[in-house]
């Protein structure tokens, strides 16, 4: 079985441009969460989706971000017109169950780093 | 506001030392707690957790932490850490019905 998987590891993009990040959860489960972790510093909580839906977007800025998990295909994080600052690994994680069902755990991916010149 | 803290930002031990690793966590009403392990250059893993039952928890690798519910704390312990446990601790929170709450993680470095 496996793993969440995240593509790319490593994206490189200039000041304004488009950054897509993908995610695939591991194989049964329909519980998706977006973490930041910016040097130094713990995971953020982003967002949380389940399939079609966005349970809880929380931790996301308001603006230029923005979340997805279609009914089919991964979980797509999108950064418009990148800047500096959204320089950062960007983790998703998955588990079967949401946290409305109790103590549950959820499962890393490996990460994409995003750097922004 | 709800939050997770760790004591140490940064430990350095050598091999053979005993570990603890502090956490304590701002909330009242019943949490599951974590304990994550990143690796330099790897994701997230978990080290152990707790959910209910008995408050010493028993981890991968030798890893073990007790929950002290009047004190609000998780810490992580290891009786004799290696050199191959250098890596970031991550203590994370979850309150039912709600997401993950991590704390900002302690760097352990273990000399060889």
């Known amino acids: 079985n496996a793993g969440v998987m995240q593509n790319p590891r490593h994206l490189v993009r200039r000041r304004g441009q488009e950054a897509r990040l993908r995610c695939s959860p591991m194989?049964?489960?329909?519980?998706v969460y977006w973490y930041r972790q910016l040097p130094e510093e713990g995971l953020k909580f982003m967002v949380y989706?389940?399939?079609?839906?966005?349970?809880?977007e929380s931790g996301m800025p308001k603006e230029r971000f923005s979340a997805e998990f279609p009914k089919e295909g991964p979980s797509i994080l999108r950064i418009q017109q990148v800047v500096r600052g959204d320089s950062a690994a960007y983790f998703c994680?998955?588990?079967?169950?949401?946290?409305?069902?109790?103590?549950?755990?959820?499962?890393f991916g490996p990460g994409t780093r995003l750097t922004v010149l | 506001a709800q939050s997770v803290s760790q004591h140490n930002h940064h430990v350095i031990l050598s091999e053979a030392a005993s570990l603890e690793l502090g956490c304590n966590y701002s909330?009242?009403?019943?949490?599951?707690l974590f304990w994550y392990v990143q690796y330099p250059g790897q994701h997230l893993q978990l080290l152990l957790k707790?959910?209910?039952?008995?408050?010493l928890v028993k981890g991968i690798k030798g890893f073990e932490a007790e929950f002290i519910k009047s004190k609000f704390s998780f810490n992580l312990r290891k009786p004799s850490v290696q050199w191959s446990d250098t890596a970031e601790y991550f203590c994370?929170?979850?309150?039912?019905?709600?997401?993950?709450?991590f704390g900002p993680g302690t760097r352990l470095s273990v000399l060889p």
């Open positions: 994680a998955s588990s079967p169950y949401g946290s409305s069902g109790g103590a549950n755990e959820q499962f």
């Open positions: 194989k049964g489960h329909s519980h």
């Open positions: 989706l389940q399939k079609e839906n966005i349970i809880d």
């Open positions: 909330y009242g009403g019943t949490v599951n």
């Open positions: 707790y959910f209910s039952g008995d408050p």
């Open positions: 994370a929170v979850m309150l039912y019905g709600q997401n993950f709450v």
